[in-house]
Nanobody, 123 residues
């Protein structure tokens, strides 16, 4: 499975963006997918994740209620809808996949990672 994240950009505080994580490979629908972010000088952190069927989702406390993760297995794409963006959401966002959502949430030794997409929120 290869992953490609896109959709980042510059937005004002309070605005919205939708990130996409497009996958190649026949087994994409078998994988849980997570979104992570890394701000300058900070460690990478888990943001949101979704199980293989889309029935289970998980969010970090910092984005709960503002971000929504979803997936379209037919399109092999996972989305991260980000609303009410804050300057502290500024980071490079990555998507990653592994067999279990519980593993994705930990964010270590995941099977697949995509390249990052920059999100910048101005105040």
């Amino acid at each position: 499975v290869q992953l490609q994240a896109s959709g980042g950009g510059l937005v004002q505080a309070g605005g919205s963006l939708r990130l996409s994580c497009a996958a190649s490979g026949r087994t994409f629908s078998s994988y849980a997918v997570g979104w992570f972010r890394q701000a300058p000088g900070k460690e990478r952190e888990f943001v949101a994740g979704i199980g293989w069927s889309g029935g289970i989702t998980s969010y970090s406390d910092s984005v709960k209620g503002r971000f929504t993760v979803s997936r379209d297995n037919a399109e092999k794409t996972v989305y991260l809808q980000m609303s009410s963006l804050k300057p502290e959401d500024t980071a490079v966002y990555y998507c990653a996949a592994d067999s279990l959502l519980s593993t994705v949430r930990i964010g270590k030794k995941l099977d697949y990672w995509g390249q990052g997409t920059q999100v910048t929120v101005s105040s």
